[in-house]
């Protein structure tokens, strides 16, 4: 099922600006060109045949974080993202070769292969807690290789893998049974996170079940335009789960908004995508039990669960619920913090300029904990707050909700 740059699509974006003020790459460069309106125009000069697949066109392309704030802001409905990803994959088809092949190939042979990655994040762990990484940072030696030391930055601390149990059963009347996503980089970085979203959903009333064989989504593979690779992993990801599932239940943003788009890019995914919920989603809907908290907490909007999939106020509504609780808004929340998947490897730069407004607003609201529903925000935000010395908790709203429940007890 080949999916086409729509036309119509493009052409119903009116150059009106409103996009303009809420796109990141615009704050940070202040170019026309690197605005949604000047990335549509781009795409339908080449979709129409007046402007070829040139390195320009595509660099403007690449330096888009895929945060889909204009289409939250287009008063159109242009679906930026979809248009995006197709562009992207007919770049990557018939286009020049992309800047950083070699250092992008290494990134997605690891980071969309569960395996691979559980082994290099073995590795972090002794590389941290040797002390060889204080090493490294000390003597500068990664100073002169921005990426890498992008990417240095980002891991404080690997935790030892918590395995969760093939079935997880429900407690007190059951709901539905629903299959949970373990994802990528959120099993071995914040395997916490997957047993608090197991707990919780069981509290609920629903039965958890989490496939061995499941792999990577494919979002990352979207986003850049990977079209093979995607629809396989999709196809795969959607074998792993059992067809008797009400529903599958994620804990990345990331994750979730591409797997709830699954039915526009292959037939073989759709009934997993339709199926798809975000676990702050379900949670929202179940009665927990929860005891206080005296803690002020801040909210990032990770962009693919506010812009991506529309839900904004369910995590909010949530964390109002634990007693004690003080939950102060944050300037921007749904500025990108410029993680973006790979981006802040790719492009530390913009990145990093990002990040600095993504801290200085949370500076703002004097929270000591941040409370963001997708890990690639968490690692980007930690990052930036050690960065900065400041002594605050970075966490997913589930942990927060799952010490709540403990304190019920």
Same mark, same amino acid.
Not at 59 to 79: I, M, Y
Not at 249 to 259: K, Q
């Given at each position: 099922m080949a999916v086409a740059v729509d036309l119509e699509a493009l052409r119903k974006c009116v150059h009106c600006g409103i996009c303009v003020p809420q796109c990141p790459t615009f704050l940070v460069l202040g170019e026309e060109m690197d605005t949604p309106r000047g990335r549509l125009y781009l795409m339908r000069a080449v979709a129409e045949g007046r402007l070829g697949l040139t390195e320009t066109v595509g660099?403007?392309?690449?330096?888009?974080?895929?945060?889909?704030?204009?289409?939250?802001?287009?008063?159109?409905?242009? %679906?930026f993202g979809s248009l995006l990803e197709a562009t992207r994959i007919q770049f990557r088809r018939d286009g020049p070769r992309a800047r950083h092949r070699l250092f992008e190939a290494v990134l997605f042979a690891l980071f969309t292969e569960p395996r691979?990655? /559980?082994?290099?994040?073995? /590795?972090?762990?002794?590389?941290?807690?040797?002390?060889?990484?204080?090493?490294?940072?000390? @003597?500068?030696? @990664?100073? %002169?290789?921005?990426?890498?030391?992008? =990417?240095?930055?980002?891991?404080?601390?690997?935790?030892?893998?918590?395995?969760?149990?093939?079935?997880? %059963?429900?407690?007190?009347?059951?709901?539905?049974?629903?299959?949970?996503l373990t994802g990528c980089v959120q099993r071995y970085l914040y395997p916490g996170v997957n047993r608090d979203t197991a707990e919780l959903l069981a509290l609920g009333g629903y039965e958890v079940v989490v496939p061995s064989a499941q792999g990577c989504c494919g979002a990352l593979d979207l986003h850049a335009g990977r079209e093979d690779a995607f629809r396989a992993r999709a196809r795969a990801l959607a074998a792993a789960f059992p067809a008797d599932l009400d529903l599958v239940?994620? +804990?990345?943003?990331?994750?979730?908004?591409? =797997?709830k788009e699954y039915g526009r890019w292959l037939t073989e995914a759709a009934d997993l995508g339709a199926k798809t919920r975000d676990v702050l989603e379900l949670l929202a809907e179940a009665e927990l039990p929860l005891g206080p908290l005296e803690l002020t907490v801040t909210y990032h909007d990770a962009c693919h669960l506010a812009h991506g999939q529309?839900?904004?106020?369910?995590?909010?509504?949530?964390?109002?619920?634990? %007693?004690?609780?003080?939950l102060v808004e944050l300037p921007d929340s749904d500025l990108c913090c410029g993680s973006a998947g790979v981006y802040n490897l790719l492009e530390p730069a913009i990145a990093r300029d990002l990040l600095d407004r993504k801290v200085a607003s949370i500076v703002?609201?004097?929270?000591?904990?941040?409370?963001?529903? +997708?890990?690639?925000?968490?690692?980007?935000?930690?990052? /930036?707050?050690?960065?900065?010395?400041?002594?605050?908790?970075?966490?997913?709203?589930?942990?927060?909700?799952?010490?709540a429940a403990a304190r019920s007890r």
């Open positions: 660099r403007h392309l690449d330096l888009c974080l895929g945060c889909r704030a204009c289409e939250t802001a287009c008063p159109s409905g242009v %679906p691979r990655l /559980g082994a290099v994040f073995a /590795g972090v762990r002794f590389y941290r807690r040797s002390g060889l990484g204080r090493l490294v940072r000390t @003597l500068g030696l @990664l100073r %002169p290789f921005a990426r890498l030391a992008a =990417m240095d930055a980002l891991v404080a601390d690997v935790p030892r893998p918590e395995p969760l149990p093939a079935v997880i %059963p429900a407690r007190g009347r059951r709901r539905a049974r629903v299959g949970l239940v994620t +804990n990345a943003a990331g994750c979730g908004s591409a =797997m529309r839900v904004r106020q369910e995590p909010r509504a949530l964390l109002r619920r634990i %007693p004690g609780l003080r703002a609201t004097g929270a000591r904990v941040i409370a963001a529903a +997708n890990p690639g925000c968490l690692l980007q935000i930690a990052s /930036g707050c050690r960065a900065r010395g400041l002594d605050v908790e970075v966490v997913h709203p589930v942990e927060l909700l799952a010490r």
